[in-house]
């Protein structure tokens, strides 16, 4: 298997959908999965950078246009930042009204 992210990360993202067939180098998790994600790439003091939406449509993902994305403040430590931006990833995804939502996270590497 390629690294896509980094041998950390990987492991982590994987257990979604691989977004292959659109072209991305990525993984779409479905709503709880995606929440566990999150709360173990901030554990490991992993920032997100923001996410993209995709609903399933047979067995592929078809994307939505619905993205979420967080900057880091200029004087901002990374510890902080990678609270915030998870903060709002899990905001973000738990706000979601597509039940069956798929969601990317894009891991700041």
Known sequence: ??????????????KGIPLDNLGVR??????EDALNAICEL????IAILGGDVYKLVGEK????????????????SDYIFSKR????????????LMPKGLF???PKI
């Open 85 to 96: 931006s998870s903060d709002k990833a899990k905001s973000y995804i738990f706000s979601y």
């Open 26 to 31: 990525n993984w779409a998790l479905g709503r």
């Open 42 to 45: 901030e554990a490991f003091g």
């Open 61 to 76: 993902a078809e994307q939505t246009y619905d993205s979420w994305y967080c900057d880091q403040g200029p004087d901002e």
């Open 1 to 14: 298997m390629n690294i896509i992210w980094s041998e950390q990360i990987d492991p982590i993202l994987s």
């Open 104 to 106: 990317a996270i894009v």
